[in-house]
């Protein structure tokens, strides 16, 4: 019963934080041994061809960032999709560059082409070319 309240208590505060809290879908696991074998287990069991996770430890008044390893006292814990593969052929002064990155959608992987490629004063020119990977 002990235990239940004390993870109660880190969740009330990570609720309550000025941030208005977060994404994720597992939070306020504390860090003990039982804590530390839940984040084993969902790891060990999660379909990793889809997702993966992310684990940002927590101390009183940190929200936006991982805590100091020596000062955590709970941590939460976000199930993500995995990044896709895209093959990007973009334009770079004076020809075309193709490259394999991982994004996390394709709007992400437009974004940053149209943001890294070449601007030709032909508009013709600036084409680009985005492939998703198996």
Known sequence: ??????VND???RIEKNPNGGGEYQFYGIPNDE??????????????????????YGRSNGSYYHNADKDK????????????????????AKPSFV???????????????VE???????????NAYRITEIE
């Open 72 to 91: 955590v006292d709970s941590f939460v814990l976000y199930i993500k999709d995995k990044p896709k593969k895209f093959q990007i052929t973009y334009k």
């Open 98 to 112: 193709t490259q394999i990155m991982e994004f996390e959608s394709m709007e992400e992987a437009t974004r940053w």
């Open 1 to 6: 019963m002990t235990k239940l309240k004390l």
């Open 10 to 12: 880190y969740q009330k």
């Open 115 to 125: 943001m890294v490629s070449y601007k030709d004063k032909d508009p013709k020119e």
């Open 34 to 55: 039982e804590g530390n074998l839940f984040i084993k287990l969902a790891r060990k069991y999660l379909n990793r061809k889809l997702y993966r996770t992310v684990k």
